[in-house]
């Protein structure tokens, strides 16, 4: 079974901290995905990453970072916190086949509370 | 751009009975993926069915089947003989060909009712 994991639950942090998300996917998959979750608004992609070391901004990129060091691994990182970056953060992680048709696979996802 | 709506943002259903949810997209592209993934409570999201677009025939999975209308750019997902653990949040996504990145909707949440 494909196991996406996340470092946390649930993290609270103070406006301006600098906030990482982890998250870390064993099926040896290419492509690794960062989504917000909000109520109403459904599921919108932060960033994507399609190899180590390479990344590309989805729909919501603003006030966001990430990092794709091992093909494993993918983080995603708030410089500098907002109140109104609170939220759920989910992880995926899918093969690449080039068409599109791949099932992307989930982790628990982490819920956020900027202070 | 790719859009994708759900116009029912909540749905309730009587345990054994059938629901449909609905789905309507836009792309311009003609080669495309639609996908319904599912994420019951405080669990994680998992994909339900899925169907390419050049398939004319409808894809099913056990209680889960889709009508998928190209032309009208609808893909409705209908879950026969509903069961408590169909109680979640629905989610229709939408790929690109050639591309890994999905354009999800607002989501229908659904309670099924003992």
């Known amino acids: 079974d494909v196991k996406v994991t996340q470092s946390s639950r649930y993290l609270v942090k103070r406006t301006g901290e600098k906030v990482f998300l982890e998250c870390v996917q064993d099926?040896?998959?290419?492509?690794m995905f960062w989504y917000r979750q909000d109520p109403g608004l459904g599921l919108r992609l932060i960033y994507f990453?399609?190899?180590?070391?390479?990344?590309e901004k989805g729909d919501i990129p603003e006030g966001y970072s990430v990092s794709r060091e091992k093909k494993e691994r993918f983080s995603l990182i708030l410089e500098s916190a907002s109140t109104n970056q609170t939220s759920m953060y989910l992880c995926a992680s899918s093969l690449e086949t080039g068409w599109g048709q791949e099932t992307q696979y989930f982790g628990p996802g982490t819920r956020l509370l900027v202070l | 751009a790719q859009t994708v709506t759900q116009s029912q943002p909540e749905m309730s259903v009587q345990e054994a009975e059938t629901v449909t949810l609905s789905c309507t997209y836009d792309?311009?592209?003609?080669?495309?993926?639609l996908f319904w993934y599912k994420q019951p409570p405080s669990r994680q999201m998992i994909l339900v069915i899925r169907q390419e677009a050049y398939k004319q025939q409808n894809a099913t999975e056990n209680r889960f089947s889709v009508n998928f209308q190209k032309a009208a750019k609808s893909f409705s997902l209908k879950i026969s003989d509903s069961q408590l653990g169909d109680t979640a949040m629905y989610f229709c996504a939408l790929t690109q060909g050639g591309s890994e990145k999905l354009v999800f909707g607002k989501g229908t949440k659904l309670t099924v009712n003992p």
């Open positions: 990453s399609y190899d180590v070391k390479m990344k």
């Open positions: 792309t311009s592209e003609s080669n495309y993926y």
């Open positions: 099926m040896d998959h290419e492509n």
